[in-house]
């Protein structure tokens, strides 16, 4: 164990340092441990998902005593923040000697490792909904993915809602001829006041048409008023039918783009050797447990 200048013999020559920068009170405490420093970029463009988006990426891993092959997995690996590193040899800090096997050519060897490492274990999680066929963009997280999807689906599931609006409307326009002798909604408005199977048929027919024009449900039942004649008592029985079944075609239609909305398959996406660029790297000494 040795005090290091500001020089720093023992480095390979052209090859830089940088230490860890700790709080003066800390460093004291701390021995600092010979680690290598590496820089890259990884520059992502799949051609299938259309993910595009560049990394950069700064990981420090301890050089090993001996000539022994270093650990590359995700807990020997360590991510860096660079603005916590600085060229100068932090005061009263306890470093310990650089391994003599450090050289050029293990540096050298040590980045070839390094790209090999990100190859294999570097990836990125992509989503994609099979019915859109659409892919999560970078940084959009698996909900933001979903909200996405659900806006898109928004015009064919309001398409939907208005062809089964058509269908209701025709068959209330048949139960208006049958038991209100009335033709046109015109009409119906000046009179629905008049008796109570105008006032049902009309309450029933707007709730009915509110079941396809709201984006948000909220479905309530529609309560039985009291005994009147058994012809307004038929019309009751088919309205209330005929607005459950109203209710159900919307839940039909709703349920089945809940179900396009969650297909969603997952995919994890590695880099190739022209996606990963090799920028630098240097020793870095830093504490052996930050």
């Known amino acids: 164990m040795f005090r290091c200048d500001k020089n720093m013999s023992t480095t390979p020559e052209n090859v830089k340092s940088l230490f860890w920068i700790s709080e003066p009170a800390a460093a004291r405490e701390l021995e600092y441990v010979p680690h290598l420093y590496l820089e890259a970029k990884i520059?992502?463009?799949?051609?299938?998902?259309?993910?595009?988006?560049?990394?950069?990426?700064?990981?420090?891993?301890?050089?090993?005593?001996?000539?022994?092959?270093?650990?590359?997995?995700?807990?020997?690996?360590?991510?860096?923040?660079?603005?916590k590193l600085g060229p100068v040899v932090p005061k009263e800090a306890q470093i310990i000697d650089l391994p003599g096997h450090v050289d050029g050519r293990f540096i050298a060897w040590m980045e070839t490792q390094f790209v090999e490492y990100l190859l294999r274990a570097f990836t990125v999680k992509v989503y994609r909904n099979y019915g859109l066929d659409v892919y999560s963009s970078s940084g959009e997280s698996l909900n933001d993915f979903i909200i996405r999807c659900v806006d898109l689906y928004k015009g064919a599931m309001y398409s939907e809602f208005d062809s089964a609006h058509e269908v209701f409307i025709r068959r209330l326009e048949r139960l208006q001829q049958k038991y209100l002798g009335i033709e046109d909604s015109e009409e119906l408005e000046k009179f629905k006041t008049d008796s109570y199977n105008r006032e049902l048929f009309y309450r029933i027919s707007e709730r009915i048409s509110g079941l396809f024009l709201r984006t948000e449900f909220s479905i309530q039942h529609v309560g039985r008023p009291s005994d009147t004649s058994s012809r307004a008592q038929e019309l009751e029985e088919r309205l209330r039918d005929l607005h459950q079944q109203a209710r159900e075609a919307v839940i039909k239609i709703l349920d089945s783009y809940e179900d396009k909305i969650k297909s969603v398959d997952e995919y994890i996406l590695h880099p190739t050797m022209k996606n990963v660029h090799f920028v630098s790297s240097c020793i870095l000494w830093k504490p052996g447990v930050i």
């Open 43 to 83: 520059d992502f463009c799949d051609v299938r998902t259309g993910f595009t988006e560049t990394f950069n990426i700064n990981r420090a891993v301890e050089i090993p005593s001996n000539k022994s092959k270093p650990f590359w997995d995700d807990d020997a690996v360590v991510e860096i923040d660079p603005k």
